[in-house]
């Protein structure tokens, strides 16, 4: 059975740092590996998608690798903002159940001014 | 552009009281359907998929089940709600690529039971 796992379950940081949150993941036959943004309340909005013969993908100031042999992810966000405070979540798509999504548990980012 | 839709947004309900909580899509066709739960401090879980009209998946035993009466419209449902039914109810659509997909998830219907 996968298991997804994140760390840290919360970080605070000072608006301005680069900061990288990560999840690591048991069963390495997956997919692809997709990150999601949560607001309080909200429902999910995709970040990144990689593609399991992918490396990593860049969006703006944000940049996923993964590593599927290892069974990690990170998630790069340069230059935090305020506005990113949210809870970010990480998920794999088995090879085998395609297009069902393992969550790992979230990490809750707070940015302060 | 597609939309999902989810309703009502918010719902309290008693223990032993039926379950109808709705999902549509717009601007896609055939998509792949899903029902999430999110509970506090148990992360995301999957509840049901559907690959097409009439075809449900269930990933969990539970008190739930869900249904999918038309192309882009998803039910969950329950006869009897318990206590532990409460939580934050997502419904999602992805369509299937040969790159990959991604799930777009709806704005999601709060739960209480009480």
């Known amino acids: 059975k996968q298991e997804v796992t994140q760390i840290p379950a919360a970080l605070s940081v000072p608006e301005g740092e680069n900061l990288v949150l990560n999840c690591s993941f048991t069963?390495?036959?997956?997919?692809?590996l997709q990150w999601f943004r949560q607001d309080p309340g909200k429902g999910l909005t995709s970040l990144l998608l990689i593609q399991s013969s992918q490396r990593e993908q860049t969006s703006g100031r944000l940049n996923a690798s993964l590593d599927k042999s290892s069974g990690r992810s990170t998630l790069y966000i340069a230059a935090s903002q305020p506005g990113d405070s949210a809870t970010y979540l990480c998920?794999?798509?088995?090879?085998?159940?395609?297009?069902?999504?393992?969550f790992g548990q979230g990490t809750i980012l707070t940015v302060h001014p | 552009s597609q939309t999902i839709h989810q309703w009502p947004a918010t719902l309290v309900q008693p223990v032993g009281s039926p379950l109808s909580l709705e999902c549509t899509v717009e601007?896609?066709?055939?998509?792949?359907l899903y029902w999430y739960r999110q509970a506090a401090g148990r992360g995301l879980q999957l509840l049901f998929y559907s690959v097409g009209i009439g075809q449900i998946s269930s990933e969990v035993p539970q008190n739930l089940s869900a249904s999918r009466p038309q192309d882009r419209q998803f039910i969950l449902s329950s006869k009897k709600l318990l206590l532990s039914d409460s939580g934050f109810y997502l419904c999602?659509?992805?369509?299937?690529?040969?790159?990959?997909?991604?799930?777009?998830f709806g704005p999601g219907t709060r739960l209480l039971v009480l």
């Open positions: 069963d390495s036959a997956i997919y692809n």
């Open positions: 601007g896609t066709s055939n998509p792949n």
């Open positions: 999602a659509w992805s369509v299937s690529l040969a790159g990959g997909e991604t799930q777009y």
């Open positions: 998920a794999v798509s088995q090879s085998t159940s395609y297009g069902k999504l393992t």
